[in-house]
């Protein structure tokens, strides 16, 4: 917490982050390599905390949304998600000799991010209960993390990751308690496929233009007229008028 290199002493207090090509640890890009990067975070807690989310959000791909003259850049997963998934990982891992030599593992896919930390689930916390279970490994280290606001309240970080990526409009993320060590994964698929979402609105305002397709999914205009345009070619909607102007209506059966 208030060192200046912590990693003297305990070589495996730091975080390893490893960006693969594909959706396994064995699938090689088209130029032979297996992974995109490789990176070690040592430090404090915040050190590692502040340098591993600005790289990893740095790392990952973005989306881009237009609104008005301003260009806004949506990334892959959101922070508040991944930043909650490594002060996890760093408050609860097991210190002990134990797993003397493991360290924290943030691994990205095309298809997923992991946070893998050593020590599984502490005390009377099971998965189940992960919301509102209290049972802390390192009791110090956490009330010394809440002191300097790693953390804000204690157990309240599996909430804040669960509704970022709801408001991320992406799948809620998994847990897996390993005994040995926890994984959380987040996932980049949508909890809703762009089509069904643009469907509910249709229902609800009767009609979704180009501009409200692009607030409504977070992307930019070529993006949004790829989706309606292959809606309208599948029969699902309707164009109605041309240009910006247009706009797009349920078709109806029977007609």
Known sequence: ?????????????????????????????PSGERFLDNRKFEGTLDEMVDNAVSYVMASMRKGSLIRGVIREDIPEYPEVALREAIVN??????????????????????????????????????LDRLQEGQSTRNRLLMHLMEDVHLVENRGSGIDAMLDAMRKANLQPPRFEDRRTSFLAVLYNAPAISDEKRILSYVREHGFIKRADCQQLLGVD??????????????????QEGTRRGSRYVLVRSGR
């Open 1 to 29: 917490m208030f060192g200046i290199y912590p990693q003297i002493f305990e070589l495996q207090l730091f975080i390893a982050y490893l960006q693969f090509y594909g959706t396994t640890t064995t699938e090689e890009a």
């Open 89 to 126: 990982a760093l408050a609860h891992r097991d210190y002990s000799h134990f797993v003397r030599g493991s360290h924290i593992q943030v691994r990205m896919f095309a298809d997923r991010l992991e946070v893998e930390n050593p020590g599984g689930l502490y005390g009377r916390v099971t």
């Open 221 to 238: 205009d070529i993006r949004a007229k790829y989706i309606l345009r292959k809606m309208k070619d599948a029969g699902i909607l309707r």
